[in-house]
Nanobody
């Protein structure tokens, strides 16, 4: 049985930092592309960042580029999202997702991910 569990969310002031973690079990982690999505109240879920199987390739939404960094540790089945210079607009529930890599699966589409965590709340106060 696959489990994906996020942690590290919380309340932070604008300009601050948080580091999210996502631990996966029950799957061959190194075969899965990993990504972070987020959903703010009243808005649709949106792509934040994705990382390739080895960690050598990363992609980001324009809104977080230069502020967020995604990384992974395949030995620990864990993916991270370092979030710096946080803004109130970053307030959302952040979800970790794992998807078997296939060349026809675009990294930014949530439908292309097989397993999701329960989410962790990030609140940025102004």
């Amino acid at each position: 049985q696959v489990h994906v569990v996020e942690s590290g969310g919380g309340l932070v002031q604008a300009g601050g930092s948080l580091r999210l973690s996502c631990a996966a079990s029950g799957l061959t982690f190194s075969r899965y592309r990993e990504a972070w999505f987020r959903q703010a109240p009243g808005k649709e879920r949106e792509f934040v960042a994705a990382i390739s199987l080895s960690g050598g390739g990363t992609s980001y939404a324009d809104s977080v580029k230069g502020r967020f960094t995604i990384s992974r540790d395949n030995a620990k089945n864990t993916v991270f999202l370092q979030m710096n210079t946080l803004e109130p607009e970053d307030t959302a529930v952040y979800y970790c997702a794992a998807g078997v890599w296939r060349p026809d699966r675009h990294y930014a589409l949530g439908a292309n991910y097989d397993y999701w965590g329960q989410g962790t709340q990030v609140t940025v106060s102004s």
